[in-house]
């Protein structure tokens, strides 16, 4: 039997029982992967839908999954903050993190009964990596009373030592719903310069990046614009606050997806992962979707051959220590009391 390189698993044979039980899902994602590509994803497609069920198991699919993951074997797909809240509610024994390892942490932090998976262990963060809790155990030394808001894209032994978790959805509400002057954002150094630019709070930082959209610049926006006239820029606000300043609209992917939603544009640019504008486009066919492409290679190590492996061998478990695991879901807890500032104000 041919086995599939990357892990030495099994290929699947496409066969026409699956080739006629997988036509709805191919019919899905045909605007953006072509025909001939089809027999290599199908098998593991129609695999993975029948084990999950079999596992009581949820597949949580972030929005730079490959389209042959976000639209055919994800349970629940979204941003960061959207997969954590799915995470809390779900009542499956099993979690398939379809995304990094910072998001499977949390998902068990949120769920310490249910069996967390992460199809491929290697799949981390350059923001996640960037610090400790030795750092952030340091940080609060130096600025006593200064509350710590800590981008979920980090380890649990960092949420742990955070007083409130946030995300690219949630940053500028998180800040505001706190009561000091100052407030430490931490790990994310643009992210903070970018929330920094709305807020009246004097914000501190950390120099992490992430890899991805760090690679962003401003001259390269303004030639996608002049190559591309009318062309609406969406940016993530994990990029370098120049690039954010030379966009339309800044936010979450899925703000961003919304935004497409929303006002429909002829012809747009996502500043951020290859992947989420295959996604998109295949909900908004109409729209020209203009791909200057950044990949994770983090999030493209999870793919269908190995969210299989992980299905059937249980692997790989995610486990966070207890004590860690209740600090940390204080601070992520805190995060998902916090309300939009906009139903404060109605309130
Ligand atoms: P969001 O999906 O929360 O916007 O985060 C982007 C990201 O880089 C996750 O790794
Ligand atoms: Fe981390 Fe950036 Fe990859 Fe997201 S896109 S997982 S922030 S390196």
Request: a neutral charge; glycine letters at 4%.
């Amino acid at each position: 039997m041919t086995r599939n390189e990357e892990m030495n698993l099994p290929v699947l044979p496409y066969t026409p029982e699956i080739a006629a039980a997988t036509r709805a899902d191919y019919a899905k994602v045909a605007h953006v992967i072509p025909e001939i590509e089809w027999p290599v994803h199908a098998p593991y497609v129609h695999a993975i839908n029948r084990l999950k069920k079999e596992r009581n198991a949820v597949i949580l699919g972030h929005n730079y999954m490959t389209p042959e993951i976000f639209h055919c074997v994800a349970d629940f797909v979204g941003d960061s903050l959207a997969l954590a809240r799915e995470a809390a509610k779900t009542d499956a024994k099993v979690i398939v993190q379809a995304g990094v390892h910072f998001m499977a942490e949390t998902s068990k932090i949120l769920s310490p009964e249910k069996t967390v998976l992460i199809p491929d262990l290697e799949a981390g963060c350059s923001l996640a990596a960037s610090i400790t809790g030795a750092d952030v155990r340091l940080l609060r030394q130096r600025f006593p009373g200064v509350p710590i808001v800590t981008y979920v894209n980090t380890s649990a032994e960092v949420k742990a030592e955070s007083d409130i978790c946030c995300t690219s959805a949630n940053a500028l509400d998180v800040v505001e719903s706190l009561a000091s002057d100052t407030v430490l954002m931490i790990p994310d150094e643009y992210l903070a310069q970018n929330i920094a630019k709305k807020t009246r709070k004097k914000i501190l930082t950390w120099a992490g990046h992430c890899e991805v959209h760090e690679r962003f610049t401003g001259a390269q926006i303004r030639s996608l614009r002049q190559d591309n006239p009318g062309v609406i820029v969406l940016a993530h606000p994990e990029c370098p606050p120049e690039v954010v300043a030379e966009a339309d609209f800044a936010g979450s992917t899925s703000a961003m997806i919304s935004y497409v939603g929303a006002k429909h544009p002829k012809r747009v640019v996502m500043i951020t992962e290859c992947s989420m504008s295959d996604n998109v486009a295949v909900q908004y066919p109409d729209v020209e979707f203009i791909r200057p492409c950044n990949l994770c290679p983090h999030m493209k190590r999870i793919t269908l051959p190995k969210i299989l492996h992980s299905l059937q061998s249980l692997t790989f478990e995610v486990k966070v220590d207890p004590l860690i695991a209740a600090r940390a879901k204080a601070a992520v807890d805190a995060m998902l009391k916090v309300k939009p500032i906009e139903t404060r104000k109605a309130a």
